[in-house]
Each structure stands twice: as C-alpha cells, then as structure tokens.
C-alpha cells in the first residue's frame, strides 16, 4: 500500500540532487545511502533513476523510507516475479513485476503524485537514445527503465520499444544539471570498475563485457558530478547477489556516513 503521508503532493524545500545507477542487487545500496542522508539531516530533493537505480528512486520519491523499501525487497522472491515467454524481443515477461509494484506504489500513481520531482532514464531500442520521464503515467516508465535487454521483454510505451536506460546511460546526471546556482548534483554510482578482476569461466567473462560496456557512458556524467559517491566494497558483489541485500544496504550506508564532510560542504550556508 501506497504510504498515507501528510501533505503528500508537496515537494520538499530544495536539497541535493541525487542521480542514482543501475546495478542489479548492488543497486540495494542506494538504500543504504538513502538512509545515511536522512540520519545526517542532508536533504534530497530531485531524483533521476535508472534500472535498479529508478525502483530505489521511484519507491524514495513515493513516500517510503530506506529501510522499508529493504523490507519489500527482502520479502520479495525476484525469481518468482519472472515469467517465462519466449517472445521474439525477451525471454521473460514483467507482468508479475507490475502486479507487485501497482500494489505498493498504486496502479494509477503518476509522477505528479511523488512526495519528490523525479525523471526516469529508458533506453529506445529503435531510435538507439536514451528517453526520460518525469510526468505522467509512473508504472510503464519504471518497467521499462529497469528491463533487462534480451533477458526481458522490452515495454511498448509512446509509441516507443523500450529496455533498460543504463544500456546507454547508467547515471543519468542530464536531467538534474541546471544554470549556475541550481543544486548540486551528486551521482550514487554502485559500479566500481575492479581493475584486478579474475574471469575463471565464461559467465564471468560476460558480465565483465557488460559492465566494460556500460561503466564507459557514465564517464563523463560522472564528472558532471558535484560529488560522486562509490563505495568500494561494492567490488565484492556481483550483480545477482540480492540474498545479500542487507549487506548491500549496509555498504551503502557506511559509505554516505563516511562522506558527511564532503556532502555537507555542498549544501548553502545555514542548512
């Protein structure tokens, strides 16, 4: 159930802005830095998501707190959310998925509806650019942001074909920047590239394709960045470790707590 919070559609004074990667289960960690940034009275105030990134973004945004949001996910069987279909875009289908996050984020919920503004970056498979969304209809955009290319079964959306944003854009800053004097961005990258990895078997060596692949157009955005926060113990999980949810959180957490001094040295004088 959607969280019945007072004064709902009113956004939050201004704070940092908070642009939040992909990253399967190492996306948990945004959570963790989510809950530090509360506990050290840091305010956040617009969100831009992607793949794991956009779920922990949307839920944040929708008026549930860190730890809540590792509740659902620990309760959650990830396999059992997957439907296999065989189709001629993606093996497994998403409706499950939409079932349970209609459930807790409500079927009709639009972006104008968040407790915080918020943009979703997708990737159009056809046109080959990266889309965001930050008005209207909620759930298809979140779907779409977070579907997995060839493993999921891509989202039809405006006339669009659309798959994981992170495929082009895994730390999508573009929608946060603004004109001097707009609030700092700080981008919560759960990818740290580990230059000594080992790839003792073929799986390993395609993950490590992929993560080569999508680490290299966060480059630039992550200089775009204000702060960049990467926690490095991240190197020690892989991206389908979500049985280790609460020590992904805990990572996060540490981390952001680690950062105090440089993440208030960001926020105006007085706050």
Same mark, same amino acid.
């Given at each position: 159930?959607?969280?019945?919070?007072?004064?709902?559609?009113?956004?939050?004074?201004?704070?940092?802005?908070?642009?939040?990667?992909?990253?399967?289960?190492?996306?948990?960690?945004?959570?963790?830095?989510?809950?530090?940034?509360?506990?050290?009275?840091?305010?956040?105030?617009?969100?831009?998501?992607?793949?794991?990134?956009?779920?922990?973004?949307?839920?944040?945004?929708?008026?549930?707190?860190?730890?809540?949001?590792?509740?659902?996910?620990?309760?959650?069987?990830?396999?059992?959310?997957?439907?296999?279909?065989?189709?001629?875009?993606?093996?497994?289908?998403?409706?499950?998925?939409?079932?349970?996050?209609?459930?807790?984020?409500?079927?009709?919920?639009?972006?104008?509806?968040?407790?915080?503004?918020?943009?979703?970056?997708? *990737?159009?498979?056809?046109?080959?650019?990266t889309v965001y969304f930050s008005e209207g209809p909620l759930l298809?955009?979140?779907?779409?942001?977070?579907?997995?290319?060839?493993?999921?079964?891509?989202?039809?959306?405006?006339?669009?074909?659309?798959?994981?944003?992170?495929?082009?854009?895994?730390?999508p800053v573009e929608p946060l920047l603004g004109p001097p004097g707009?609030?700092?961005?700080?981008?919560?990258?759960?990818?740290?590239?580990?230059?000594?990895?080992?790839?003792?078997?073929?799986?390993?060596?395609?993950?490590?394709t992929l993560q080569l692949a999508i680490h290299a157009n966060t480059?630039?955005?992550?200089?775009?960045?204000?702060?960049?926060?990467?926690?490095?113990?991240?190197?020690?999980?892989?991206?389908?470790?979500?049985?280790?949810?609460?020590?992904?959180?805990?990572?996060?957490?540490?981390?952001?707590?680690?950062?105090?001094?440089?993440?208030?040295?960001?926020?105006? *004088?007085?706050?």
């Open positions: 159930m959607v969280p019945e919070l007072e004064g709902r559609s009113q956004k939050p004074a201004a704070g940092l802005s908070l642009a939040l990667s992909g990253g399967g289960a190492r996306g948990i960690a945004h959570l963790g830095v989510l809950a530090a940034l509360e506990e050290l009275a840091i305010p956040v105030g617009r969100l831009a998501g992607v793949s794991s990134g956009a779920i922990a973004a949307t839920f944040y945004a929708a008026g549930f707190a860190p730890r809540e949001i590792l509740r659902l996910l620990q309760t959650t069987n990830v396999v059992r959310l997957t439907r296999p279909v065989f189709s001629r875009h993606g093996l497994l289908g998403l409706d499950a998925v939409e079932q349970l996050l209609a459930r807790h984020l409500g079927q009709q919920q639009r972006f104008e509806d968040l407790n915080r503004p918020l943009t979703l970056a997708a *990737t159009d498979l056809c046109a080959g650019e298809l955009p979140l779907l779409a942001s977070s579907a997995v290319p060839i493993l999921y079964r891509p989202i039809e959306y405006q006339g669009r074909l659309l798959v994981d944003g992170g495929l082009l854009n895994n730390l707009s609030p700092p961005v700080v981008g919560v990258h759960c990818n740290p590239l580990n230059r000594e990895a080992r790839l003792p078997t073929l799986r390993r060596v395609i993950e490590r480059i630039t955005r992550q200089a775009q960045c204000a702060l960049l926060l990467e926690p490095p113990e991240l190197l020690n999980y892989r991206p389908l470790d979500y049985r280790k949810a609460a020590e992904l959180y805990a990572v996060g957490y540490r981390y952001a707590l680690s950062q105090e001094a440089a993440l208030r040295a960001l926020l105006p *004088t007085g706050i």
